[in-house]
């Protein structure tokens, strides 16, 4: 079983930027990043495949990068021109090592029923 662990999250001002991370303890041929407001279903940001093939819902393409170092086993969220609306609890995701999700199976839409793995979440407020 792979675990995931993020970080980095805070509090930020209007405009402001952050690197959210999630470290991974194993393989994962597809990892993501996902969102949820309070009170608010949970909304996906990107995607990517171990191979560093990313996708992302295009409302996020425009001030969130998602990267991937594999000697790290770590997934990054970078986010840039922060907004009070993008105050939620950003969570990591994962495929189990087992299954082989890659392609147009490795998509941040919600459901992804093949992400089966979540890490505890973590917090971004944004403050104007």
């Known amino acids: 079983q792979v675990e995931l662990v993020e970080s980095g999250g805070g509090s930020v001002d209007v405009g402001g930027s952050l690197r959210l991370s999630c470290i991974a303890s194993?393989?994962?041929?597809?990892l993501g990043w996902f969102r949820e407001e309070s009170g608010e279903e949970r909304e996906g940001i990107a995607t990517?495949?171990?191979?560093?093939?990313?996708t992302y819902v295009e409302s996020m393409k425009a001030r969130f990068t998602i990267s991937i170092d594999t000697s790290k086993k770590t997934v990054y969220l970078e986010m840039n021109h922060l907004q009070p609306n993008d105050t939620a609890i950003y969570y990591c995701a994962a495929a189990s090592p087992h299954r082989v999700v890659t392609g147009s199976f490795c998509h941040p839409g919600v459901p992804n029923e093949y992400l089966d793995l979540w890490g505890q979440g973590t917090l971004v407020t944004v403050s104007s």
């Open positions: 194993g393989y994962s041929y597809c």
């Open positions: 990517i495949e171990w191979t560093g093939s990313a």
